[in-house]
Structure formats: structure tokens, C-alpha cells
């Protein structure tokens, strides 16, 4: 989408307009410093509001500015066109939390918003800043938001550590689908996204708000989980690393809300099995493929049924094949390697119908 900025009256005369309030403010509040100290966040939205409609008289804007009701962004509008965002802290910090990334609330018709921020403190100051240019981050509370910072240098925002622009992002079809794509980007190893779910690429509006001990678990939903993390993470099998377990421990934490201090011992523990498939006999197995011979009809239907691009990012790989399970099972044999037996063999035996 392409932003005009020739609107009449134009940017530079709403920037005039905020930085002639923002001097006033700051002005009154050398003299009612008591006063300011009490504003909370609505009754400052209403000096912002009247500093800035006494600065718009004899302007083109006299007259423009409304204060918004309700949870709306931003606040103040001003000649239809332009913002005006009212943050505030009661510390010396300039920080702040934002908007949310999606700004499902914006005002229809709003394209240009400043951000002016009070400092609420001992002595109270007041800064305004065009909003994009004082975003750092993003986090996660209910739903991602940008994380405000007055002090934020020339080239620091989250759109520069993005390579894209304030616009771009908000006008993106799924801005949320990139602000997870830029962050994944930057995960190291044991690092995880606790907000994001997979499958949609949204905020995990699903994960439990309470931690669980694994052992707390019905044994009905501590099987099902045991399937998923089957079906997800083919390195839970491996044979050659010592950080196999590192995914699956952060997907329960991060999507069930579920901690296990001895996780390892679900899938190790158990000394040797036997298992009969396909009428074969393998002897001296790894408990491990007992439990996946129990789960297969499950894991079957799991690996089948999940959206190709959740598969892809688990197995970490750039296709999913028709023959999923033919696929798993070689993910698997890569991995799991024994000078005993052959893994491959042993689970073509247990999957094939």
C-alpha cells in the first residue's frame, strides 16, 4: 500500500503543531509540577488534548482535533489524517509498552501518528517523536506489541533490525506471520518463541496459563503428548547427539505449559524389548521402539494429518513428501544409529499396514 504524505495541511505543519504543544507542556509543567505527578494515563490524554487544540488555533488544524473514546489508536486524531499517541511512565525510564502489531483498533483513515510521551516524575518533561521512530522491540503479553523507547536512536527501531518499514509491516497481510518469521530468524540453539504457535503462526492463545510436572499427568494425555512429540521431533531418537531431547522439552513448556525434570527417562528408561511387526522378531531393542509401536496408530494419524509447513519447521527440512511416514522413518534411521540393527527396517516393520 502506498502512503501519500501531500495531505493538506501537510506533515511538516502537524509536526509544527505537536512540537508547539510539546514545548507548552513542558513549559507548564516547570510550574504544576504536583500536578502533572498525579495524571494518570486517561486524564494525561485530555492535556495532551487541550494543549494541542490551544496550539491549533489561527492553524489549519484549529478546529480538527478529536479525542477518541474508547480503546482506540491513536488517542487524539487531528484533520482526519494525522495522530497523536499519549504514553506516559512514573519513573525516569523513557519506556514504554505500545500498540499491538496487527492495530486491529486503529482509526480508519489515520496514516501519520506521533508519539507524545510525559515523564511523570520529578522533574516532569515531556518528549514527542514521530511513532515508528521510537519502537525497539516487540513483546509478548496477551498478544505481541512494540515496546516504546523515547531515546531510541538513528537506526534502531525494530523495522531497521527487520529490513522494512513502519507501513510495510502494518499493512503487511499477516504482520504477525513476519515479526515471527524475523525473530525465528534469530533463535540460537535452546532458544524458543514460548508465544508462538506453530500451526498458525499466531500468538498461542491455547498454551496453558499454569505449570504442569509431567507426572501430574492423566496417563491418557501423557500418551497423546508422547505421540506429538514422536510425530515433531525425529531427533528424539537420535543416536548421535547430545541435545536431542532440546526441542521437544521447549515445545511442551512453551505449548502445554508442561515441565519434566527427568524427561529423557520417558523415552530411555526401560532397559531392552522385544517387539513382533510384520512377522519378525526383533530382539534387544532400545525401549524407545516399544513405545513407538504402542503409539504408531497415533503417530501415523499425527504425521498424516499435520499442516505440511508445521512438519517442515519440526523436521527441519524444505519439503514434505506424499509418503510422510517414509520420510519420518528415514529422519529417524539418520539419526538413530546402531551397528546392532537396523532402525529403518525395524519401523518400516511396525508402520507398514
Given at each position: 500500500?502506498?502512503i501519500?504524505?501531500?495531505?493538506?495541511?501537510?506533515?511538516g505543519?502537524?509536526?509544527?503543531?505537536?512540537?508547539?504543544?510539546?514545548?507548552?507542556?513542558?513549559?507548564?509543567?516547570?510550574?504544576?509540577?504536583?500536578?502533572?505527578?498525579?495524571?494518570?494515563?486517561?486524564?494525561?490524554?485530555?492535556?495532551?488534548?487541550?494543549?494541542?487544540?490551544?496550539?491549533?488555533?489561527?492553524?489549519?488544524?484549529?478546529?480538527?482535533?478529536?479525542?477518541?473514546?474508547?480503546?482506540?489508536?491513536?488517542?487524539?486524531?487531528?484533520?482526519?489524517?494525522?495522530?497523536?499517541?499519549?504514553?506516559?511512565?512514573?519513573?525516569?525510564?523513557?519506556?514504554?509498552?505500545?500498540?499491538?502489531?496487527?492495530?486491529?483498533?486503529?482509526?480508519?483513515?489515520?496514516?501519520?501518528?506521533?508519539?507524545?510521551?510525559?515523564?511523570?516524575?520529578?522533574?516532569?518533561?515531556?518528549?514527542?517523536?514521530?511513532?515508528?521512530?521510537?519502537?525497539?522491540?516487540?513483546?509478548?503479553?496477551?498478544?505481541?506489541?512494540?515496546?516504546?523507547?523515547?531515546?531510541?536512536?538513528?537506526?534502531?527501531?525494530?523495522?531497521?533490525?527487520?529490513?522494512?518499514?513502519?507501513?510495510?509491516?502494518?499493512?503487511?497481510?499477516?504482520?504477525?506471520?513476519?515479526?515471527?518469521?524475523?525473530?525465528?530468524?534469530?533463535l540460537?540453539?535452546?532458544?524458543?518463541?514460548?508465544?508462538?504457535?506453530?500451526?498458525?503462526?499466531?500468538?498461542n492463545?491455547?498454551?496453558?496459563?499454569?505449570?504442569?510436572?509431567?507426572?501430574?499427568?492423566?496417563?491418557?494425555?501423557?500418551?497423546?503428548?508422547?505421540?506429538?512429540?514422536?510425530?515433531?521431533?525425529?531427533?528424539?531418537?537420535?543416536?548421535?547427539?547430545?541435545?536431542?531431547?532440546?526441542?521437544?522439552?521447549?515445545?511442551?513448556?512453551?505449548?502445554?505449559?508442561?515441565?519434566?525434570?527427568?524427561?529423557?527417562?520417558n523415552?530411555?528408561?526401560?532397559?531392552?524389548?522385544?517387539?513382533?511387526?510384520?512377522?519378525?522378531?526383533?530382539?534387544?531393542?532400545?525401549?524407545?521402539?516399544?513405545?513407538?509401536?504402542?503409539?504408531?496408530?497415533?503417530?501415523?494419524?499425527?504425521?498424516?494429518?499435520?499442516?505440511t509447513?508445521?512438519?517442515?519447521?519440526?523436521?527441519?527440512?524444505?519439503?514434505?513428501?506424499?509418503?510422510?511416514?517414509s520420510?519420518?522413518?528415514?529422519?529417524?534411521?539418520?539419526?538413530?544409529?546402531?551397528?546392532?540393527?537396523?532402525?529403518?527396517?525395524?519401523l518400516?516393520?511396525?508402520?507398514?499396514?
Open positions: 500500500m502506498i501519500s504524505n501531500n495531505r493538506e495541511p501537510s506533515l505543519e502537524f509536526q509544527a503543531l505537536v512540537d508547539t504543544a510539546t514545548l507548552r507542556l513542558n513549559d507548564d509543567a516547570k510550574h504544576k509540577t504536583p500536578y502533572y505527578i498525579t495524571r494518570g494515563a486517561q486524564k494525561l490524554e485530555d492535556d495532551v488534548y487541550d494543549f494541542l487544540n490551544n496550539s491549533a488555533v489561527g492553524t489549519k488544524f484549529e478546529g480538527t482535533i478529536k479525542k477518541v473514546s474508547g480503546q482506540r489508536f491513536p488517542d487524539i486524531v487531528a484533520a482526519k489524517y494525522y495522530g497523536v499517541e499519549v504514553k506516559s511512565s512514573k519513573d525516569e525510564k523513557w519506556t514504554s509498552l505500545g500498540g499491538s502489531v496487527n492495530e486491529s483498533t486503529r482509526v480508519d483513515g489515520v496514516e501519520r501518528i506521533f508519539l507524545t510521551f510525559g515523564k511523570l516524575v520529578s522533574p516532569v518533561e515531556f518528549r514527542s517523536r514521530p511513532y515508528e521512530d521510537c519502537l525497539s522491540e516487540i513483546v509478548a503479553t496477551h498478544y505481541p506489541r512494540y515496546k516504546i523507547d523515547m531515546k531510541l536512536g538513528e537506526s534502531e527501531t525494530i523495522f531497521d533490525k527487520m529490513n522494512t518499514s513502519y507501513d510495510d509491516l502494518r499493512n503487511a497481510e499477516n504482520p504477525i506471520g513476519e515479526v515471527v518469521k524475523y525473530y525465528k530468524s534469530q540460537k540453539d535452546g532458544e524458543s518463541l514460548w508465544w508462538i504457535d506453530t500451526t498458525d503462526s499466531e500468538v492463545a491455547t498454551a496453558s496459563m499454569k505449570v504442569r510436572l509431567w507426572s501430574s499427568l492423566q496417563n491418557e494425555e501423557r500418551l497423546q503428548l508422547k505421540a506429538s512429540l514422536f510425530a515433531l521431533f525425529p531427533d528424539i531418537l537420535s543416536t548421535i547427539s547430545s541435545k536431542k531431547y532440546s526441542r521437544a522439552v521447549l515445545w511442551l513448556a512453551s505449548h502445554h505449559g508442561i515441565v519434566d525434570s527427568s524427561f529423557r527417562d523415552f530411555s528408561a526401560g532397559g531392552k524389548v522385544t517387539l513382533f511387526a510384520k512377522n519378525e522378531m526383533f530382539e534387544r531393542l532400545p525401549q524407545v521402539f516399544g513405545h513407538i509401536q504402542e503409539l504408531m496408530v497415533d503417530i501415523r494419524l499425527l504425521i498424516n494429518s499435520m499442516p509447513e508445521v512438519l517442515a519447521e519440526s523436521w527441519k527440512v524444505n519439503k514434505i513428501d506424499s509418503d510422510r511416514i520420510q519420518w522413518i528415514n529422519l529417524v534411521a539418520e539419526k538413530h544409529q546402531s551397528k546392532d540393527y537396523d532402525s529403518a527396517q525395524i518400516k516393520s511396525i508402520f507398514e499396514p
